[in-house]
């Protein structure tokens, strides 16, 4: 079954925008952080967590370009990016939660 490149392409794309401000933008620490702590203890929690899910940020970002690199995989390749996306927001999620 072939699926249209265009949907999970801009799902890959905007979860990596939702990615990219929670962890650049300070989305995290508006989420996660008290007004009655110092931000640099906070940060140093998230900094972590962060971190950790980066890596699957990494992986993502290297399946949704394989997907376009290699069509033949497009949907098997597009559908792990999603995943390590889902994956990598769960665990700033998560960590978030926990380090709060």
Do not use: H, K, N
């Not at 508006?30 to 940060?43: I, K, L, Y």
């Amino acid at each position: 079954m072939r699926i249209s490149p265009v949907i999970p392409t801009v799902a890959s794309l905007l979860l990596a925008a939702l990615w990219g401000l929670s962890v650049f933008a300070g989305w995290g620490m508006e989420a996660f952080c008290t007004d009655d702590e110092t931000s640099v203890a906070c940060a140093e929690r998230l900094d972590g967590v962060s971190t950790f899910s980066g890596l699957f940020a990494v992986i993502a970002a290297f399946l949704t370009v394989g997907a376009w690199l290699f069509p033949a995989r497009f949907a098997v390749l597009i559908a792990g990016a999603v995943l390590a996306w889902l994956v990598a927001e769960g665990v700033l999620f998560v960590g978030g939660m926990l380090a709060r």
